[in-house]
Each structure stands twice: as C-alpha cells, then as structure tokens.
C-alpha cells in the first residue's frame, strides 16, 4: 500500500488551475482544437510578453514541454518581471524531472514576491520529490505561515509526515485538510491509510469508502478503482 501524492499548483491563467483540471480539458478532447490554433504563427502585432505566455500555457496543456518553455522564455525575455511565467517555467522543468532548474525559476519568483505561496509549495514539492524532507518540511511550514488556509499545503506536509513515520502529525494535518475542503478524496485515502500504519483498521476502511465515494463523484474513475482494489485488500 503507497500513499497518494499530487502536485497542487499546476499553472496560473488568472487563478491557479490544478492539474486534474488540466486532464480535464484531456478527456473534453480539447486537444486537436488547441494544437490547431498553436500551428498558426503569431501575428507581429500579438507578440508581447502576455502573447507567449499564453501561448507557453497551451502548449503545456499539451504536455509540449520543449515548447512551453520555448515561449515562457520569449515571454521573458519581453517582460523579466513577469513572476508567473518564472512559476510555471519552474513547473514545466518539474515535469521534465529537470529539478535544479525547476528550484531556480522559484527561487527568482520569490525574490521578485518574497510572500509567494506558491513558489514555497512547489519548492517543497521538489524536496520531497528528493526525499529530502526536512526541507520539504520548511517549505511547507512557511507556506502555511503565509497562508494558514491553504488546504493544499495541509495534505503535502501529511504526507511529508506520513513518509517520516510521524503518524500523529500526519493525522492532524490530514484533519485540517478535510476540515478545509472536505471533498478531496486523497485526504481521505491518506488519512485511511495513516490508520492503517497505526493499526486501526475500521477507520481505514471508513475513510477509503468515503475516498471512493467521492472519487467516484467526481469521475475519478482511475483513483476509484484503485481505492476499491485497496479495500478488497484489507
């Protein structure tokens, strides 16, 4: 049995958009319309910083990368103060597991905005991506410093201390997690499975139902399936 880890903070077009979005938009079968309408060249008189920059948004709808960062780089090569596209430029190096490159573009975000949620939660991503936890710790602490409502940052730091075998620290920031957003189903299959570390079996299973439940609400049909594979399991 594993815990379930997902990475919050995906990209910002006006607000933050997750990545279960982003594979939304995947099964809406928006795809072949984008790509279409990314072939075309960018007219001479669109081509400003925010230009690329959507453009480097599409492109990593598309899970394009080479490409998004081609055009987060234009993006700010016209504008350096540009603070979102270093953000997502330091995403899109995460994905391609380039991590060093990935702390740097956050590490440039937080000078321009030393109060930026977002560039501590994803730096803490990196760490625990590296095992290097107490960092990861760091990072999600001064998130929530920042931010105590943060319920995304709640269920990172859980699962940090779940890693760490500190199961009561776990529960309680899983606790604060469902408190905050009681519909996310991960907080609810962690917190059941930091339960079943500490060996209380019923309350896994209560908290797995629920994570199916809502999983299955939610046409989370992967993450439903596998959750009911862990209950038979039990």
């Known amino acids: ?13 006006g607000g ?9 938009a995947d099964e809406l079968k928006q795809h072949d319309q984008l790509a279409a309408a990314l072939n075309q060249s960018l007219p001479l008189e669109d081509q400003d910083a925010e230009a690329y920059y959507n453009r480097a948004l599409d492109y990593f709808i598309l899970q394009q990368y080479d490409k998004a960062l081609a055009e987060f780089n234009q993006a ?7 603070i979102d596209a ?3 430029r330091g995403i899109a190096y995460f994905m391609l597991q ?3 490159k990935a702390l740097a573009e956050f590490n440039q975000a937080l000078t321009l905005n030393p109060q930026l949620v977002d560039a501590y939660i994803n730096r803490g991503n990196i760490y625990a991506q590296l095992q290097q936890y107490d960092k990861a710790l760091a990072e999600f602490n001064q998130a929530l410093t920042l931010n105590p409502q943060y319920a995304e ?3 990172n730091r859980g699962f940090i201390y779940a890693k760490l075998q500190r199961y009561d620290k776990a529960l309680a920031d899983y606790n604060q997690m469902i408190a905050l957003n009681p519909q996310d189903g991960l907080a609810y299959y962690n917190r059941g499975l930091t339960y079943y570390e500490l060996g209380n079996i019923s309350q896994t299973k209560k908290d797995w ?3 199916a439940s809502l999983f299955q609400q939610q046409n989370s049909i992967q993450l439903y399936q596998f959750v009911q594979q862990e209950l038979q399991q039990l």
């Open 153 to 155: 940052a709640y269920n």
């Open 1 to 13: 049995m594993k815990y379930l880890d997902k990475i919050f903070i995906a990209l910002f077009v």
């Open 98 to 100: 380039e991590y060093d």
């Open 16 to 24: 933050a958009i997750t990545l279960t979005q982003i594979s939304l």
């Open 209 to 211: 139902k629920k994570a």
């Open 76 to 82: 700010l090569t016209l504008n350096p103060q540009l």
């Open 86 to 88: 270093y953000i997502n």
